[in-house]
């Protein structure tokens, strides 16, 4: 993955490209892995950094959803299970088994959610990780010591995956590129080329870093924008009416203490009838989240005091020692790309399923659906593009598609600090092109503890500026951004 190489193919390219892609988040790279493994031209343009917007920012579980089960939405949670199970196969560097505890407190929530997640399992079929089970309360105190005890009566235990989503991405990115797909970070599609017809025929895009402008051509350009879909679509049809109803979801991350164990807490029901995680991650408790209807989606999104206050709350009720704002290492905030359905008002309520529309003039957008289920999302995509974009038919092969291992590679083995040779890896192999591209995305220090991601950042300015021959002006205004990002990161006390 080398940005100035990827760049040089487009300018030099005279021929359209098969499948253009707006948007360098899960479902954009997805389609990417997808459309480029099938054999097809890919390009890829992202804004910022891939993995900006929210697939950096979710709560990194490849699941089948508990709580749409228990809207009784069966084909959404078997469809996610089955991709659960062949994303652990094809990138078990990074998706693992996760057990979980729903702990029981009323005396009916034994055999209610006993039976409702021995139905998770039964849907699951072959791609289940592990039979559900109910517990007595010293097997679950045994588990998770530091659950409030307070008339505890038991808990049930059941399995789901984690994973962690930023490097999962640059990991598809590197599989994408592998199977001849053109990839480049910093670059913003500005305008969408038609032709005499009025039909979308290719792009014009913006290199963040040099300032110039570039176009290309496309047999079918694909709108994979997440939360931002809007914003191209009114580019391509000015009064288009939106589709997204954008929802933010904010996460606290907590010293370890607060989790000790490997087993993570499900609450299914919170106070606002939500469901509340709290989870081992990367030797830190993360807990999470809310759906807090927002009026537009913006790159950096900051968590609100009644957020952050609610988390605190709902933790409170489960956590034997109560965490305070005192306590919090980081917080991050993702927006949801939400496809309205009708007239729902609350966004707990909008489809989790993912969404194909196709402009007059032939732009595809695709939007909604979540982490687990980007692949099916990129195949259903390529499918339309195919016919949209008369592109010879040729069958998906993402189903069994080993996602690239960067230490099979030969990239340093990963450590909680990263240290010169991660940070010149990540520089020369995955277009980490920021102080933030390395701290927040390539490694995840800026989401794991705020403090620490300050104290590192100076070190990896420097060798960022050697690896990328950056002047020491470049560094002074690397660490100027980065201290603002990472305000985004912070919470007064
Ligand atoms: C709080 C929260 C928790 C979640 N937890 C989970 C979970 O545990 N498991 C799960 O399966 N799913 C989860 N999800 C859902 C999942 O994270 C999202 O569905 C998924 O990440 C959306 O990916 P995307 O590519 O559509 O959008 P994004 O990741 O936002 O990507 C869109 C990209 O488009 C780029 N872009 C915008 N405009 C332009 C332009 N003009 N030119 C170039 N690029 C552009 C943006 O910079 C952005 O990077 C969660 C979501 C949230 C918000």
Same mark, same amino acid.
């Given at each position: 993955?080398?940005?100035?190489?990827?760049?040089?193919?487009?300018?030099?390219?005279?021929?359209?490209?098969?499948?253009?892609?707006?948007?360098?988040?899960?479902?954009? $790279?997805?389609?990417? $892995?997808?459309?480029?493994?099938?054999?097809?031209?890919? $390009?890829?343009?992202?804004?910022?950094?891939?993995?900006?917007?929210?697939?950096?920012?979710?709560? =990194?579980?490849?699941?089948? +959803? $508990?709580?749409?089960?228990?809207?009784?939405?069966?084909?959404?949670?078997?469809?996610?299970?089955?991709?659960?199970?062949?994303?652990?196969?094809?990138?078990?560097?990074?998706?693992?088994?996760?057990?979980?505890?729903?702990?029981?407190?009323?005396?009916?929530?034994?055999?209610?959610? *006993?039976?409702?997640?021995?139905?998770?399992?039964?849907?699951?079929? =072959?791609?289940?990780?592990?039979?559900?089970?109910?517990?007595?309360?010293?097997?679950?105190?045994?588990?998770?010591?530091?659950?409030?005890?307070?008339?505890?009566? *038991?808990?049930?235990?059941?399995?789901?995956?984690?994973?962690?989503?930023?490097?999962?991405?640059?990991?598809?990115?590197?599989?994408?590129?592998?199977?001849?797909?053109?990839?480049?970070?910093?670059?913003?599609?500005?305008?969408?080329?038609?032709?005499?017809?009025?039909?979308?025929?290719?792009?014009?895009?913006?290199?963040?870093?040099?300032?110039?402008?570039?176009?290309? +051509?496309?047999?079918?350009?694909?709108?994979?924008?997440?939360?931002?879909?809007?914003?191209?679509?009114?580019?391509?049809?000015?009064?288009?009416?939106?589709?997204?109803?954008?929802?933010? +979801?904010?996460?606290?991350?907590?010293?370890?203490?607060?989790?000790?164990?490997?087993? /993570?807490?499900?609450?299914?029901?919170?106070?606002?009838?939500?469901?509340?995680? /709290?989870?081992?991650?990367?030797?830190?408790?993360?807990? *999470?989240?809310?759906?807090?209807?927002?009026?537009?989606?913006?790159?950096?999104?900051?968590?609100?005091?009644?957020?952050?206050?609610?988390?605190?709350?709902?933790?409170?009720?489960? !956590?034997?020692?109560?965490?305070?704002?005192?306590?919090?290492?980081?917080?991050?905030?993702?927006?949801?790309?939400?496809? =309205?359905?009708?007239?729902?008002?609350?966004?707990?309520? !909008?489809?989790?399923?993912?969404?194909?529309?196709?402009?007059?003039?032939?732009?595809?957008?695709?939007?909604? +659906?979540?982490?687990?289920?980007?692949? =099916?999302?990129?195949?259903?995509?390529?499918?339309? /593009?195919?016919?949209?974009?008369?592109?010879? %038919?040729?069958?998906?092969?993402?189903?069994?598609?080993?996602?690239?291992?960067?230490?099979?590679?030969?990239?340093?083995?990963?450590?909680? %600090?990263?240290?010169?040779?991660?940070?010149?890896?990540?520089?020369?192999? %995955?277009?980490?092109?920021?102080?933030?591209?390395?701290?927040?995305?390539?490694?995840?220090?800026?989401?794991?503890?705020?403090?620490?991601?300050?104290?590192?950042?100076?070190?990896?300015?420097?060798? !960022?500026?050697?690896?990328?021959?950056?002047?020491?002006?470049?560094?002074?205004?690397?660490?100027?951004?980065?201290?603002?990002?990472?305000?985004?990161?912070?919470?007064?006390?």
């Amino acid at each position: 993955m080398k940005r100035d190489a990827f760049l040089q193919r487009i300018v030099e390219r005279r021929e359209p490209w098969d499948i253009a892609v707006i948007g360098g988040g899960a479902t954009g $790279v997805g389609i990417a $892995v997808d459309a480029a493994s099938r054999g097809y031209s890919v $390009v890829l343009l992202e804004q910022s950094d891939f993995g900006k917007g929210t697939s950096s920012r979710s709560t =990194k579980l490849v699941h089948g +959803g $508990v709580r749409y089960l228990q809207q009784g939405n069966i084909s959404l949670v078997m469809e996610a299970l089955k991709e659960r199970g062949m994303l652990l196969k094809n990138a078990p560097h990074l998706v693992h088994d996760l057990q979980f505890i729903v702990p029981n407190y009323a005396w009916w929530e034994a055999p209610f959610y *006993g039976i409702g997640l021995k139905v998770y399992d039964l849907l699951a079929g =072959k791609y289940g990780f592990g039979p559900s089970e109910i517990l007595s309360r010293d097997e679950v105190l045994a588990h998770i010591p530091t659950l409030s005890q307070d008339g505890l009566r *038991g808990g049930v235990k059941y399995h789901d995956g984690q994973f962690d989503d930023a490097r999962l991405l640059i990991d598809l990115a590197g599989t994408a590129a592998d199977h001849g797909a053109c990839l480049v970070n910093y670059a913003r599609a500005a305008a969408l080329e038609k032709d005499r017809d009025g039909f979308v025929c290719g792009l014009t895009f913006r290199d963040e870093e040099s300032g110039t402008s570039h176009a290309l +051509g496309a047999r079918c350009v694909i709108n994979a924008t997440g939360p931002f879909c809007d914003e191209l679509r009114r580019v391509d049809e000015p009064e288009v009416t939106p589709m997204i109803a954008p929802s933010q +979801g904010v996460h606290l991350v907590l010293p370890r203490e607060f989790l000790p164990g490997d087993t /993570a807490i499900m609450v299914p029901h919170t106070r606002d009838g939500r469901v509340m995680f /709290a989870i081992p991650w990367h030797g830190h408790a993360l807990i *999470g989240t809310t759906d807090t209807p927002i009026p537009a989606a913006v790159l950096e999104p900051s968590p609100q005091a009644q957020e952050i206050d609610f988390i605190l709350e709902t933790a409170s009720d489960y !956590l034997a020692r109560r965490p305070t704002r005192a306590d919090i290492l980081s917080v991050f905030t993702g927006i949801r790309p939400l496809v =309205k359905t009708g007239e729902a008002s609350n966004t707990a309520t !909008l489809s989790r399923d993912h969404t194909i529309h196709i402009s007059s003039s032939g732009l595809l957008t695709i939007a909604g +659906g979540k982490w687990t289920t980007y692949r =099916k999302m990129a195949e259903d995509a390529v499918d339309h /593009a195919i016919v949209l974009g008369h592109l010879d %038919e040729r069958p998906c092969v993402t189903r069994e598609l080993r996602i690239r291992d960067p230490h099979c590679l030969g990239a340093p083995a990963p450590c909680p %600090e990263p240290r010169d040779e991660h940070v010149a890896w990540h520089a020369r192999h %995955e277009m980490a092109r920021t102080v933030e591209d390395v701290l927040a995305r390539r490694t995840r220090v800026l989401f794991l503890d705020v403090q620490a991601a300050l104290a590192l950042a100076p070190a990896v300015a420097r060798i !960022l500026a050697r690896e990328l021959g950056r002047a020491a002006a470049w560094q002074q205004t690397q660490l100027a951004s980065f201290a603002e990002t990472a305000a985004h990161f912070r919470i007064a006390r």
